[in-house]
C-alpha cells in the first residue's frame, strides 16, 4: 500500500482500478490506452472509482472493437466503446499520423488500405534490421511464416497449442 501511496503513476486495467486494493485513491487525472478496444462500461470505472479532474483517451478507430462475450449484452448496446460514442456525438479527436515501431514494409498496407494512405512511418527500414537465425524468404521481405501444423486446444476457456510454442521458443534461442 505504501508503494501505491507513494506512486507517481499508477497502471492498472480499466476494471481493477476499481478494486479494492485502489480504494481511497483518488486520481487528478486518468489515461486509458487503448479506449477503442474497451467497452464504454469498463472504462466508466475509472473515471466514476477514482474522481479525475483530467481524462485522456488513447485509443485507434481501426483496430478491433471491444471483446463481448454476451450476445445479449451486445445486442443492447454495450459492445460500444466509449471512443466510438464520442467520435459519433461529434468530439473532436486528434489522429497521431506517424507510426514508429514497424518496419515500413509491414505497415504498408495497413497504411494504405486502412489508413487511406493518411499513415506514415517514421522509421527508415534500415532501422529495423532482420535477425539472424530465422528462414527469411527473401531479402527485401522483413516478414515469414513458420508452419506449425498442430491444432490448437481447449485448456479451461482458453485455446493453447504447446507445439507452436515450442517452435516459438526454438526460433527466439536460434536469434
Known amino acids: 500500500e505504501r508503494l501505491l501511496e507513494e506512486a507517481d503513476v499508477i497502471c492498472a486495467t480499466t476494471v ?12 487528478h487525472g486518468i489515461l486509458v490506452d487503448e479506449v477503442a478496444q474497451a467497452t464504454e462500461t469498463s472504462c466508466l ?46 468530439v ?11 518496419h515500413p514494409m509491414l505497415m504498408e498496407f495497413s ?3 486502412i489508413y487511406e494512405g493518411k499513415l506514415k512511418h517514421g522509421i527508415d527500414g ?16 522483413p ?6 501444423n498442430v491444432e490448437e486446444h481447449l485448456e479451461g476457456e482458453s485455446k493453447a497449442n504447446s507445439a ?3 517452435i516459438v521458443r526454438d526460433v527466439l534461442q536460434n536469434v
Open 126 to 141: 534500415s532501422d529495423r534490421p532482420r535477425p539472424e537465425g530465422i528462414p527469411w524468404p527473401g531479402l527485401e521481405c
Open 164 to 166: 507452436e510454442a515450442e
Open 92 to 102: 473532436n479527436y486528434s489522429f497521431l499520423d506517424t507510426q514508429y515501431r514497424a
Open 45 to 90: 470505472v475509472p473515471i466514476v472509482c477514482r474522481g479525475a479532474q483530467q481524462l485522456v483517451l488513447c485509443g485507434d478507430h481501426c483496430q478491433l472493437p471491444p471483446s463481448v462475450q454476451c450476445r445479449e449484452a451486445e445486442q443492447r448496446g454495450f459492445s460500444l466503446s466509449l471512443y466510438s460514442r464520442l467520435v459519433q456525438a461529434g
Open 16 to 27: 481493477a482500478s476499481g478494486g479494492g486494493q485502489l480504494s481511497g485513491f483518488s486520481f
Open 111 to 113: 497504411a494504405n488500405v
Open 143 to 148: 516478414a515469414t511464416f513458420i508452419e506449425c
